[in-house]
């Protein structure tokens, strides 16, 4: 046997096996670079409540969508037992948090609870038996972090709950948007002495620690930590930080690959509802193009996992104060058109998520509406540009662009006029959705107009009775709105909110009828 061919042989099938395995194993690093680790949405309850059926059934369709996570801002509707103060009107029960976690366990789907522990707390924070923590007595948004033990013993408690009742690796601990830090005087010289960043991070460190002690890893918003970037270092490696960004340029808040240089693991939100969408706007195109840059950019960016966030409200809330600032009611500032609506953008995202190049909204519009409900080109495109007629706010009476609100009424009724005209051979009650934000836009804008002529430097006391029946038709009209409004979302959301909802669509639109009706 001639054994130099043989071990020439020997050598070159090591060589091809060798080869074979790095071109696999860099398949595969190439593989988990492209596809998110946890892939997920974000509930916000706050305001919208869901009914318990309603939960499961939209966890069915993120399960179906191949999510893996979700992200549950429960606020006031978690039943907290040593706390059950904080829970609101449409808390649910024990067993139905338990049983809605086990239906996504069941679903392959971890659920994810979001608890606020230093700004957005207004819900906690309104109660007399929490008002020590408070960091201003008036503007209830945010507690101090400076009352160090009593913040403990609170989180401590509310994170025990959540760790035993959820089955997620994670808990939320919010974090974002803290307007107010440095605020107080005990704030004011921590940060003359060592800066916000060390004012925050002690604070988010200290309840960090209390979520590892449960044997879970923080997760918390990004925006503030990368505002306030100096004492990073001192957060605990397990915390995972969430990018969200909502349309703006990348590294809006501040310099993101610098915490990643710390060892910081980054997961990136989006949003399909967010400012300055509300009942009579909805921004789908800066929504569509969110998915179309963000997506690409975080998978680029080496972020482990994307959540998709969903806001009802903005989180700024108007009060009724009783003598020292005791709350007697409060009520949220802007309120958006309810999930159910928005089935269109959660497709999407399952398509971006799943594509390596980033999703062309037109074209996706034009397919869905193929598949959806069964149009042809002609209503598809009419579809396509409701989604995508340009957004326009009134603002102190005035059009931001536009030259006068009727202008606005004529350009925008177009659009409406050919969209309520379709008919859609499926999915006839989602379609409806469509058609409802259309109506309750021109109904918006038909008060508004009023609305302006009622504020003109040239109104007189003689133009009441047309300003008057003119409001009394919007009012009328309001009543088919109200009802549309629960035909649809009947389920979805609890009737005792559904009524709510309404009421507070149309409360401007009361208060100056009554206004009006006095000056006859």
């Known amino acids: 046997m001639n054994f130099k061919y043989f071990y020439t042989f020997l050598l070159l099938i090591c060589f091809v096996a060798l080869g074979s395995s790095q071109l696999l194993a860099q398949k595969q690093i190439q593989t988990e670079t492209e596809n998110f680790k946890v892939k997920g949405f974000h509930l916000d309850l706050r305001i919208q409540v869901m009914t318990p059926k309603a939960l499961m059934e939209f966890a069915d369709e993120l399960s179906e969508l191949g999510m893996n996570t979700l992200v549950l801002e429960w606020e006031g509707t978690y039943p907290f037992e040593k706390h059950a103060t904080i829970s609101n009107k449409y808390s649910y029960t024990r067993a139905e948090v338990k049983s809605f976690i086990s239906h996504c366990e069941n679903l392959g789907i971890r659920v994810i609870p979001l608890q606020q522990t230093l700004g957005h707390v207004e819900y906690i924070l309104r109660n007399p038996r929490y008002s020590i ?15 160090i033990s009593n913040n403990k013993a ?15 690796d994670y808990i939320h601990i919010g974090g974002d948007e803290t307007y107010l830090l440095g605020h107080c005087e005990k704030c004011k010289k921590k940060v003359a002495e060592e800066g916000k ?37 001192d957060l605990p490696k397990e915390t995972i930080f969430v990018d969200w960004n909502y349309g703006w340029k990348i590294n809006h808040f501040g310099d993101i690959p610098n915490l990643q240089k710390l060892g910081f693991t980054f997961w990136g939100s989006p949003a399909i509802r967010s400012h300055p969408d509300n009942w009579f706007i909805t921004d789908w195109a800066t929504h569509f193009k969110n998915q179309k840059e963000f997506i690409p950019y975080a998978r680029k960016a080496n972020y482990e996992g994307i959540i998709m966030t969903s806001w009802s409200t903005s989180g700024v809330y108007g009060f009724t104060w009783d003598v020292n600032y005791d709350v007697v009611d409060m009520v949220q500032i802007r309120n958006t058109y309810p999930l159910s609506g928005f089935n269109i953008l959660i497709q999407s995202y399952t398509e971006a998520l799943e ?14 509406a193929k598949k959806q409900f069964g149009l042809k080109k002609p209503d598809a495109q009419k579809l396509s540009e409701f989604i995508f007629f340009p957004k326009e706010l009134i603002t102190n009476g005035k059009p931001d662009k536009s030259s006068s609100i009727a202008v606005m009424k004529n350009d925008y009724g177009k659009v409406r006029d050919q969209l309520i005209l379709i008919n859609p051979k499926k999915n006839k009650e989602e379609f409806e959705h469509y058609k409802l934000m259309a109506d309750l836009r021109m109904h918006y804008l038909n008060f508004k107009e009023v609305e302006s002529a009622y504020n003109a430097v040239n109104f007189v006391r003689s133009q009441t009775p047309e300003l008057l029946e003119a409001l009394n038709k919007i009012l009328e009209n309001a009543k088919g709105l109200d009802n549309r409004f629960l035909a649809l979302n009947k389920g979805f959301l609890y009737d005792s909110e ?9 409360q401007q639109m009361h208060a100056l009828h009554d206004r009006l009706a006095k000056l006859k």
């Open 197 to 233: 960043s060390k004012l925050f991070v002690d604070h988010m460190k200290m309840i960090a620690d209390i979520v590892i002690s449960l044997g879970k890893k923080p997760v918390m918003w990004a925006d503030i930590i990368l505002k306030y970037p100096e004492a990073a270092a």
């Open 355 to 368: 594509s390596k190049d980033a999703i062309d909204p037109q074209a996706f519009v034009l397919k869905y």
């Open 154 to 168: 609170l989180f401590t408690d509310l994170f025990t709950d959540l760790a035993n009742m959820h089955n997620s």
């Open 498 to 506: 559904i009524k709510e909802q309404n009421f507070l669509r149309t």
């Open 133 to 147: 923590l408070k960091e201003d007595r008036k503007d209830i948004s945010q507690l101090c972090p400076m009352e």
